[in-house]
């Protein structure tokens, strides 16, 4: 995609966004010179799936960059991202919470985390049960994990054009939150929204947008 694309993508989503919700451009797949072009149009956030394909971008772009994690993690790979990650958004295990804090502390880090629902009707996508997410927060051994903080959730909704389901999904989550919050804890993001359901998102009390064909075009996968 030509670079004033990636400019203009990234100027017209920013001009629609309320101030407290923040953008993640999501650049997996995207060649390097297209994150550096977003880079140039003041983006500082940037989303990836694969921990491979992440550490190798982090090391060819400006440090002031801060990475996300947005993908299913594999626990055995947490460590290549460990020294450098600023938040992962899929945590839907408790043992991979505990490989985060475990190398997360031998960089003496604490890396945020949040926690994902699964608010999808589709069986394809990941994520933990609301009593699930609950439980964990709730539990005794998250407070050993002193190199972990989760400060929020995520959620991805149904692949649909439904606007009445996509509003039912986020609005779940919202839901959940705000009970949260109310019992006592101390959570800051939501993160949900994608280039095609953004805006329902935002509507339903979304902080944080994972956007990606929006701004860099179509991915090609090959
Ligand atoms: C790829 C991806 C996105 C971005 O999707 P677009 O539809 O291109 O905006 C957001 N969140 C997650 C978890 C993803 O894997």
Request: charged letters at 25%.
């Amino acid at each position: 995609m030509n670079s004033n694309m990636i400019q203009e993508n990234l100027q017209n989503i920013k001009a629609t966004l309320p101030k407290n919700v923040t953008l993640v451009a999501v650049s997996k797949t995207k060649p390097v010179e297209d994150l550096q072009e977003a880079y140039n149009a003041g983006q500082r956030i940037f989303g990836e799936n694969r921990i491979q394909e992440m550490a190798e971008k982090h090391e060819l772009l400006p440090k002031d960059i801060k990475w996300h994690m947005i993908g299913h993690l594999q626990s055995n790979k947490v460590k290549y991202m460990a020294h450098f990650v600023d938040l992962i958004h899929g945590v839907d295990k408790f043992s991979t919470l505990k490989e985060i804090n475990k190398q997360a502390k031998k960089h003496d880090r604490v890396i945020q985390c949040l926690l994902q629902a699964k608010i999808a009707e589709e069986d394809s996508k990941f994520g933990l049960s609301f009593d699930e997410i609950e439980n964990i927060l709730a539990s005794e051994k998250l407070k050993d994990l002193v190199n972990i903080k989760i400060v929020g959730l995520m959620g991805m909704a149904t692949f649909t054009d439904d606007k009445q389901q996509l509003h039912k999904e986020f609005s779940s989550l919202k839901n959940l939150f705000n009970k949260l919050n109310t019992d006592n804890q101390n959570l800051k993001t939501l993160s949900m929204g994608m280039s095609g359901d953004y805006q329902i998102a935002i509507e339903n009390g979304s902080t944080m947008i994972r956007v990606g064909s929006s701004i860099f075009g179509k991915r090609n996968y090959n």
